[in-house]
């Protein structure tokens, strides 16, 4: 029996005959339920930095291309490593410190800057690429950057 609301899952191979994949969009994001989730998993290849595999899923395979999809996912990637900056850590943390967490009123830290900068990524890349072509990509923090569905 079919879900009528798809869920996040690991994958296990290609997707079963009756799957919506590669099938033309129906219906309008944001307002119905999505037929599908794709699940881009972490990368744990380069230790703990926090990125997502480069990997094309092939359930997107006809809706856009390789090439798009590993810029979307380089670009969220960058931005990732620059977030979590060890050094800029540091330094937001000194400055805290120095000013008795005062600096907090006035100044956002180096790790806030680049999550709002990330969400403007990821609304950018949903409008202009991933919805046109009936997909929608979900915010990451939500389930603790995991993975993007």
């Not at 899952?9 to 994001?29: C, E, K, N, R, V």
């Not at 930095?49 to 380089?74: C, K």
């Amino acid at each position: 029996m079919k879900r009528s609301v798809p869920v996040s899952s690991y994958y296990y191979g290609p997707p079963p005959a009756d799957s919506a994949y590669f099938t033309p969009p129906l219906g309008q994001i944001g307002v119905h339920h999505p037929r599908e989730i794709v699940r881009v998993e972490r990368d744990y290849s380069g230790g703990e930095i926090v990125q997502f595999a480069s990997t094309f899923p092939m359930e997107l395979e006809g809706r856009i291309t390789p090439t798009q999809f590993l810029e979307s996912i380089n670009a969220i990637n960058e931005v990732l490593i620059s977030a979590y900056n060890l050094w800029r850590s540091v330094v937001d943390n000194c400055v805290e410190i120095l000013s008795l967490q005062l600096s907090r009123l006035f100044l956002s830290t180096h790790y806030q800057r680049e999550m709002s900068r990330l969400q403007r990524l990821m609304d950018e890349l949903n409008r202009q690429l991933f919805n046109p072509v009936g997909l929608n990509m979900l915010w990451p923090r939500k389930v603790g950057f995991l993975f993007v569905s």
